[in-house]
């Protein structure tokens, strides 16, 4: 069989780097298409200070190195969204946003996107105050007054973030207790982030930019008034997952793509890894994800594993 590209993998971040490495290693002809310009969510991380290797560097340079390094291995589509897939028994036919291409195998490594509020005045001043990105935008917001909501680890990091650069920072989680390392919630307090617990955000509200957020304590029922000038909001990620329903892939109650050890999902030629898989959702165990669903691809393109 002639193939366009003998491995397709869908979303250039982490996972999809690393497979297209163990893929193109392997000896196949591979392409990686994003719909963006690479790198996923891990783009947005201020400091990684987890990834062997690295005391601390930027998520933004983290993810450059690993394109630079699965370049040399793959064909990189940036801006070349996947928007169908069709399997036959052959082969895989990827529908793009420029075309239609022939592949042996995919590798779909969609990732997540950030979890919404849901609330009042959320959506309207999305851009105007409320943000998803404290490295994308905490700038805009030095020397004045920011909420962020939520309790993990990845808010508590970028809500640190947002006070080194100058924000006044309240941090607001529905719990009394952070989900967040240990180390991270000391450090939090140390800098003098404020805490607000037990409350979630009910309504954001301004004119042309956010003023302010309406507050609900889970336990009291109370309502109060919080002046801010910028929402950042990380509750956590939901997968990107449209491509596989498409497809007929099978799913958790969670709606993240079920797989086995190797990366392989329930449809022949189709295999996943990365955040999309759900579990820990960390940069190096998508990576070893990545490089087991490339290795396992490799059978059904007739090829042998060199590991």
Same mark, same amino acid.
């Given at each position: 069989m002639n193939y366009d590209y003998e491995v397709?993998?869908?979303?250039?971040?982490?996972a999809g780097y690393s497979a297209a490495i163990y893929a193109g290693r392997s000896g196949a002809s591979v392409a990686v298409f994003d719909k963006g310009m690479g790198g996923g969510l891990a783009t947005e991380a201020?400091?990684?200070?987890?990834?062997?290797?690295f005391k601390s560097i930027g998520g933004v340079e983290l993810m450059e190195k690993m394109k630079e390094h699965a370049s040399q291995y793959a064909?990189?589509?940036?801006?070349?969204?996947?928007?169908?897939?069709?399997i036959e028994d052959d082969k895989a036919i990827i529908t793009t946003t420029r075309g239609k291409y022939n592949v042996g195998a995919v590798i779909l490594c969609t990732g997540t996107e950030h979890r919404k509020l849901n609330v009042k005045g959320e959506q309207e001043f999305a851009g105007r105050g409320v943000s998803y990105c404290a490295t994308c935008d905490g700038f805009f917001f030095k020397g004045?007054?920011?909420?962020?909501?939520?309790?993990?680890s990845s808010a508590v990091i970028e =809500?640190? &973030?947002? +006070?080194?650069?100058?924000?006044?920072? @309240?941090?607001?989680? *529905?719990?009394?207790?952070?989900?967040?390392?240990?180390?991270?919630?000391?450090?939090?307090?140390e800098k003098?982030?404020?805490?607000?617990?037990?409350?979630?955000?009910e309504e954001i509200f301004g004119d042309e930019m956010v003023k302010g957020i309406k507050i609900k304590n889970v336990k009291t029922g109370e309502i109060s008034t919080l002046e801010v000038d910028g929402?950042?909001?990380s509750i956590g990620e939901e997968p990107q997952n449209e491509l596989a329903k498409k497809i007929g892939?099978?799913?958790?109650? =969670?709606? &993240?793509? +079920?797989?086995?050890?190797?990366?392989? @999902?329930?449809?022949? *030629?189709?295999?996943?890894?990365?955040?999309?898989t759900g579990g820990v959702r960390q940069i190096v165990t998508a990576c070893a994800e990545g490089a087991k669903a490339a290795l396992a691809s490799m059978k059904v393109i007739g090829k042998r594993s060199p590991y």
């Open positions: 397709a993998i869908v979303g250039a971040g982490a201020p400091e990684v200070e987890n990834y062997p290797g064909e990189m589509r940036f801006g070349e969204e996947v928007t169908d897939i069709e004045k007054k920011v909420a962020m909501v939520g309790g993990g =809500a640190i &973030y947002l +006070k080194q650069i100058g924000c006044d920072v @309240t941090l607001i989680h *529905r719990r009394d207790e952070l989900r967040a390392e240990k180390a991270l919630e000391d450090e939090a307090k003098g982030i404020n805490f607000i617990w037990n409350s979630v955000v929402v950042f909001v892939l099978e799913l958790d109650e =969670a709606g &993240y793509i +079920k797989i086995d050890e190797m990366g392989r @999902t329930n449809v022949e *030629r189709v295999f996943a890894a990365g955040d999309v």
